[in-house]
């Protein structure tokens, strides 16, 4: 049985998680500025002076607030990079948009774009943008594995593109520009065009562009 010590330090340690998720849940609701003391420990459904308590200033909190949320993430990401993703068998264009769709329904434009201000706060704090090009990096690791799985070569070179497609449909979803089934079609016909030209090689490619257009390469 759990002493009074230990007790006291199992809820002072949920009383602090509780105040960090508070303050991201505020921070992507209404970014910086909704993040007060007073705001936060409402949220967290604790005293006024909670915040104060835990942390020195509601910069400190937010910063280390940030820096969690991103750290959890990279947690999810590099436990997804050691999972063993072999496919039953051949994947189908049509097959690679009905994943990316049940993903898209799963992760609405809302929780896309929770994760784009987090992501984007986290690169402007100097103190922190480690954090997110770690967080980055597991995202390529994992694109690199799945790769490496479906055997398609130098997957190290072809990550970082496929993270940058993904990261541009996040900003896209934003504005609802297209529902989100086109949206789950246009990337995974991106995706696979993106892959097609890598297996063709960069000569191959800028000699069909200079046939169609006429430029050089």
């Known amino acids: 049985m759990a002493n009074r010590a230990q007790l006291s330090q199992d809820r002072s340690r949920q009383r602090r998680e509780d105040l960090l998720a508070a303050a991201i849940d505020l921070f992507a609701e209404g ?48 436990l997804l990079s050691g999972l063993d993703t072999t496919p039953a068998g051949p994947i189908r264009i ?16 809302e929780v896309a774009g929770r994760e784009l201000a987090i992501l984007l706060a986290v690169c402007r704090d100097e103190a922190l943008r480690g954090e ?11 694109a690199t594995r799945w790769l490496t799985t479906l055997g398609i070569p130098d997957p190290d070179r072809l990550a970082p593109a496929m993270l940058a497609l993904v990261a ?28 097609g030209a890598h297996l063709q090689g960069r000569t191959t490619v800028d000699a069909i562009i200079a046939d169609a257009t006429g430029l050089e390469p």
């Not at 993040?35 to 909190?61: D, K, N, W």
């Open 31 to 78: 970014g910086s500025r909704a993040v007060t003391h007073r705001a936060v420990a409402a949220r967290a459904g604790l005293p006024p002076a909670s915040t104060t308590y835990y942390f020195a200033s509601i910069q400190e909190l937010l910063r280390e607030a940030l820096a969690d949320h991103v750290a959890r993430w990279r947690q999810e990401l590099d």
């Open 94 to 109: 049509d097959a690679a948009t009905a994943v990316v769709a049940q993903v898209f329904a799963a992760r609405g434009p």
């Open 132 to 142: 997110a090009r770690a967080a980055l990096e597991g995202f390529e690791r994992l």
């Open 168 to 195: 541009g449909t996040a900003l896209r979803r934003q504005s609802g520009q297209y529902p989100e089934q086109e949206e789950a079609r246009i990337l995974s016909e991106a995706l696979r065009d993106l892959v």
